[in-house]
């Protein structure tokens, strides 16, 4: 280890006690361009000792990755004719200088707050305009309580599907921002929805893949329950009159999900020679159900494609992330098919730091599960069931 230690100098110096302390050093080299250091390693395993290394380096002004990679070692390095002996698929520690975070000013802070505000605003707006109906006015003949109640149900579904992850995110000690609500245009689409920022990386696959599904599994939940009630509150006119009504009666676009009928059914709100006309609060849960399915596509770093990337690995990610693509572009979503094609190709994905431990078992069974999810939670247009 002296020989080591002779080229490496600054801050770099004090890693290497830290990390021989925890795992066994093969080598070391520097990389001057990109200053970095890579420790090749001779242990097999590292999921134990890998968060305490994080936290050891954390009060150096480091951080570490750990990867499968071919790496070439070179025997006497401080020649410059140092011959390099390849070693395939060893396990790799890299070693970084932490970036210094410039502190936020207090106008950024609050861009949050008055994005959320904007958003609850454009989503009443809409359901405004959405209760602006005899039919959508049944059960509920106030249309302004009829809007609140629509504003808190699809606010409801974003906001709890960022809570998910902000509580796995939080569980697991990762900085997060607080969510981002998007605004949209009432009487189109109120909202495209929320996002939040993550301020640290994932510690391995483990933690990605209970971050990326905590947020889909709990907008569901909600969504499912928004569905019921705003299936009860819906409004059923026989097929004559709904004929008779025509154009007056717009059909939710793409089509409703399995799961959407399945609670229509639920309520007994489909019978034969019967139509249902959608309440502004179904219609909310319409859009939690397209959140849920365009969430766990298994494409680029969208929850479903950190859930591949944790499950399969960086070559099925970017095959799934164009089979997602391909599927986005074959339902008419042009825009978000677009959109993760674009950025796919500026960051294609999010590494875990330790990116050589592999997902649990459970865990892998349950990204089938959730593809299951996605299916189920897609828009079946009715052509293809004439039958819902």
């Given at each position: 280890m002296s020989v080591a230690t002779t080229f490496l100098s600054g801050g770099y110096s004090r890693v290497v006690p830290i990390l021989s302390s925890f795992f066994t050093v093969k080598d070391i080299q520097l990389n001057v361009r990109e200053d970095y250091v890579e420790f090749l390693i001779a242990d097999a395993e590292v999921k134990e000792k890998f968060p305490s290394l994080l936290k050891e380096?954390?009060?150096?002004?480091?951080?570490?990755?750990?990867?499968r990679s071919n790496y070439f070692w070179r025997l006497m390095p401080t020649l410059s004719s140092a011959i390099r002996l390849p070693i395939q698929d060893g396990i790799i520690i890299s070693v970084f200088k932490?970036?210094?975070?410039?502190?936020?000013?207090?106008?950024?802070?609050?861009?949050?707050?008055?994005?959320?505000?904007?958003?609850?605003?454009?989503?009443?707006?809409?359901?405004?305009?959405?209760?602006?109906?005899?039919?959508?006015?049944?059960?509920?003949q106030d249309p302004v309580?009829?809007?609140?109640?629509?504003?808190?149900?699809?606010?409801?579904?974003?906001?709890?599907?960022?809570?998910?992850?902000?509580?796995?995110?939080?569980?697991?000690?990762?900085?997060?921002?607080?969510?981002?609500f998007i605004p949209g245009i009432p009487g189109i689409l109120p909202t495209f929805g929320a996002l939040i920022v993550l301020r640290a990386n994932m510690t391995n696959r483990n933690v990605m893949f209970d971050v990326g599904i905590a947020g889909p599994i709990a907008g569901l939940?909600?969504?499912m329950i928004v569905s019921i009630y705003g299936s009860t509150i819906s409004t059923l006119i026989s097929a004559e009159e709904a004929?008779?009504?025509?154009?007056?009666?717009?059909?939710?676009?793409?089509?409703?999900?399995?799961?959407?009928?399945?609670?229509?059914?639920?309520?007994?709100?489909?019978?034969?020679?019967?139509?249902?006309?959608?309440?502004?609060?179904?219609?909310?849960?319409?859009?939690?159900?397209?959140?849920?399915?365009?969430?766990?596509?298994?494409?680029?770093?969208l929850d479903g494609g950190h859930l591949a990337r944790s499950a399969l690995g960086v070559r099925w990610h970017k095959i799934l992330t164009y089979v997602s693509i391909v599927i986005l572009f074959a339902r008419g979503f042009?825009?978000?098919?677009?959109?993760?094609?674009?950025?796919?190709?500026?960051?294609?994905?999010?590494?875990?730091?330790?990116?050589?431990?592999?997902?649990?078992?459970?865990?892998?069974?349950?990204?089938?599960?959730?593809?299951?999810?996605?299916?189920?939670?897609?828009?079946?247009?009715?052509?293809?069931?004439?039958?819902?």
């Open positions: 380096l954390g009060k150096v002004g480091m951080i570490a990755t750990a990867k932490m970036q210094k975070k410039k502190p936020k000013s207090r106008h950024r802070q609050s861009i949050p707050f008055f994005l959320f505000i904007a958003a609850v605003s454009l989503v009443f707006v809409d359901g405004i305009i959405r209760s602006d109906s005899p039919l959508a006015r049944t059960q509920l309580f009829l809007a609140a109640i629509y504003t808190v149900s699809l606010i409801g579904i974003l906001g709890i599907h960022e809570l998910g992850h902000v509580v796995a995110n939080r569980k697991y000690g990762i900085k997060a921002s607080w969510p981002y939940i909600v969504t004929q008779k009504l025509g154009d007056q009666l717009a059909p939710l676009p793409f089509g409703e999900s399995l799961l959407m009928i399945a609670t229509m059914h639920m309520t007994g709100m489909v019978t034969e020679g019967t139509v249902l006309v959608a309440s502004p609060v179904l219609f909310a849960a319409w859009l939690g159900f397209l959140i849920t399915f365009l969430n766990l596509m298994p494409a680029w770093q042009y825009p978000m098919a677009i959109l993760v094609l674009f950025f796919s190709m500026k960051s294609p994905e999010s590494a875990p730091l330790d990116d050589v431990t592999l997902l649990s078992p459970k865990r892998k069974a349950l990204f089938f599960v959730a593809l299951g999810i996605a299916v189920i939670c897609a828009p079946i247009p009715t052509s293809i069931m004439p039958w819902a």
